[in-house]
């Protein structure tokens, strides 16, 4: 008898559909019928516990006719009804706080509904809300002195339920035309399962800026004027304060603060001027998107004022349009009520007009008006103060005016806890270290450039440092040992934490004399931990505080004895200073790509607080 040879091919193949049925069948109790299975069971659990709950507590059961009484996942467990469920698979157990079981009387009878939830698996019992749908958009505006009328509401739908009566529906919440501000009224209903659902609607009463400001200024030209309180406005998250209302209803806005301090070397002209390029080419730029679209680009007051015209209230001359100027000695005339005016400030300002060798003139706020008008060299570096022209459409959204609760143009999109900080915007603060600073940019790399709001102290005490080595030529330097780079590299981490910063390649400007905005200079680059801001970032001029020494600025020359530092009238630019000259330190820093926001909402009042 001739014996049968083993078909090798047929057997591997068979091998093969079993072990792919194994695979298949182990798939399938593993990955779907034993975690089920293990829920099933949490489930079952979960619902015993529940009743024997409400067994031993029978003063919770509700007794009357469709009441709902629930308890938690995290009560049973509190109170030993039963341990933890585990999420399948898992250590973390299942959500305590959402599970629940409801004993209900329907019928002189009580039913029980379990809604147990562990991880991505989850009872079919109905645990959602009913669906209310409005009539209307869920965000409206309204005009201020107009009347509002609630739409109401289309539809209430629910799983259990059904259709229900929009009449059962409670709804809080009023809104006051009369006060510009945002509004919310609430829509709330619970189902026969004591399933609970709100919903809200945003009213937001506005009024145009323009009307705001030509109903304050009807009595003073448009302008206005004297030390007046009710002209603030927040934007880009800096102070600004309203200069006036145009013909054709656009407003001209100016900032509370001076931003930097840049020189304005010029061609007889505002127009392609140093001071024109650093507010459009860099000034602009920081600003966001949306702030940019409420900017109307125009011309603003060019003229030449002499000695002998500067009370003008008369411009002769426009510059070319431009999204971002600054303020002209007319503008200053004109907010001044022969006493004083808001736009006044303690340190030396540019003012757009030029005067005679194309010389240019500032106002301080230090000497009595008018002898506080003077002209100034075009290459000094002097307090810049933008100035915008607000589209018509302007409107505001909040605030009263006051510099506590300015007006608000736009919605506030703050940092929320656990988001990035480099999500944030230009002009927000941050605490760190017991130090507020500022955000100045975000960089395409994911880092946060941030400058010091202050000083660093110690003791209450501002640190003073100076040059301390013998060079002739005083640039900033980390690798010098007296240098005031050296002295910020490595002895300045002792005042203030650093383990958020991380290192950045820094750009040194050395220039070939005066510190220029368009100055030819060398540039030294080096990687720092820790460094100061130039004369031109913005946030790096002196806002509102008074320091002992003033503060030292990264910008270096060639030429001995030319420092840069802050002082109390701006920056000025040393000539032949001595080399005893100390100040104080201004951190400009960078903080990582991964560091998240813990608490805050950006302001001065609460900044940003990060997670260490």
């Not at 299975?37 to 003063?59: L, P």
Request: include cysteine.
């Amino acid at each position: 008898m001739k014996k049968k040879k083993f078909d090798k091919k047929k057997i591997i193949r068979i091998i093969e559909i079993v072990a792919v049925i194994l695979v298949v069948f182990l798939i399938f109790f593993f990955g779907f019928y034993y975690p089920n299975k293990i829920f099933k069971d949490n489930e079952e659990t979960f619902a015993a516990a529940g009743e024997r709950y409400y067994q031993v507590n029978r003063n919770f059961i509700p007794s009357e006719e469709g009441r709902v009484m629930t308890v938690t996942l995290s009560t049973l467990v509190q109170e030993n009804y039963l341990d933890d469920l585990l999420i399948p698979y898992s250590n973390k157990v299942c959500d305590v706080n959402d599970s629940t079981v409801k004993a209900v009387l329907k019928d002189g009878k009580y039913e029980y509904y379990t809604y147990l939830k562990c991880g991505k698996y989850e009872s079919d019992t109905d645990h959602e809300g009913p669906v209310i749908t409005l009539n209307g958009d869920t965000e409206q505006k309204v005009s201020r002195g107009s009347e509002y009328t609630d739409p109401g509401i289309k539809s209430v739908v629910d799983n259990t339920d059904g259709e229900m009566n929009v009449d059962d529906v409670t709804v809080k919440g009023e809104v006051d035309t009369s006060k510009v501000g945002t509004y919310k009224i609430t829509y709330r209903i619970r189902d026969s399962l004591d399933n609970n659902t709100t919903v809200t609607r945003t009213v937001k009463v506005e009024e145009r800026l323009s009307t705001v400001v030509k109903e304050a200024t009807k009595d003073t030209n448009n302008y206005y004027r004297g030390q007046v309180d009710n002209n603030y406005l927040m934007f880009n998250n800096m102070l600004f304060r309203i200069v006036k209302v145009n013909n054709d209803n656009s407003v001209v806005i100016a900032s509370n603060d001076a931003l930097a301090n840049v020189d304005y070397t010029n061609d007889g002209k505002f127009t392609d001027s140093s001071l024109d390029k650093w507010l459009n080419d860099y000034f602009y730029n920081l600003l966001e998107p949306r702030y940019q679209k409420l900017i109307k680009s125009s011309t603003w007051c060019d003229d030449k004022v002499n000695a002998d015209n500067t009370s003008t209230t008369e411009c002769t001359r426009q510059s070319a349009k431009r999204n971002v100027g600054i303020l002209s000695l007319q503008d200053y005339n004109m907010t001044h009520d022969g006493t004083s005016s808001y736009l006044s400030k303690t340190n030396y300002t540019w003012y757009a007009n030029i005067a005679d060798d194309n010389s240019a003139w500032g106002i301080t706020g230090v000497a009595a008006y008018p002898e506080s008008l003077a002209v100034s060299d075009e290459t000094n570096l002097l307090n810049v103060v933008p100035a915008v022209t607000l589209k018509a459409s302007t409107s505001i959204l909040d605030g009263d005016g006051s510099s506590t609760n300015p007006y608000i143009i736009l919605e506030d999109k703050k940092g929320k806890s656990s988001s990035n900080l480099n999500e944030r915007e230009v002009g927000e603060y941050v605490k760190y270290s017991g130090y507020t600073f500022r955000i100045s940019n975000t960089l395409d790399d994911g880092t946060t450039e941030v400058i010091m709001d202050s000083t660093l102290t110690s003791n209450n005490r501002q640190v003073n440092i100076s040059y301390e080595n013998e060079q002739e030529r005083k640039v900033y330097n980390p690798n010098q040992e007296g240098n005031i780079a050296y002295q910020i590299k490595n002895d300045m981490t002792r005042y203030i934490d650093t383990k958020l910063f991380v290192n950045k390649e820094i750009s040194v400007p050395i220039y070939d004399g005066r510190i220029t905005y368009e100055g030819k200079h060398d540039t030294k680059k080096y990687n720092l931990l820790v460094t100061i801001p130039s004369t031109f970032d913005i946030f790096s001029a002196r806002i509102g505080n008074t320091y002992d020494s003033g503060y030292w600025l990264i910008d270096s020359s060639k030429e001995a004895g030319i420092k840069a530092v802050v002082r109390s009238s701006g920056t000025v630019t040393y000539s032949n200073a001595p080399d005893t000259t100390t100040a104080g330190v201004k951190v400009k820093a960078y903080f990582g790509e991964d560091v998240v926001i813990k608490s805050g909402s950006g302001t001065i009042d609460d900044p940003y607080t990060l997670v260490s």
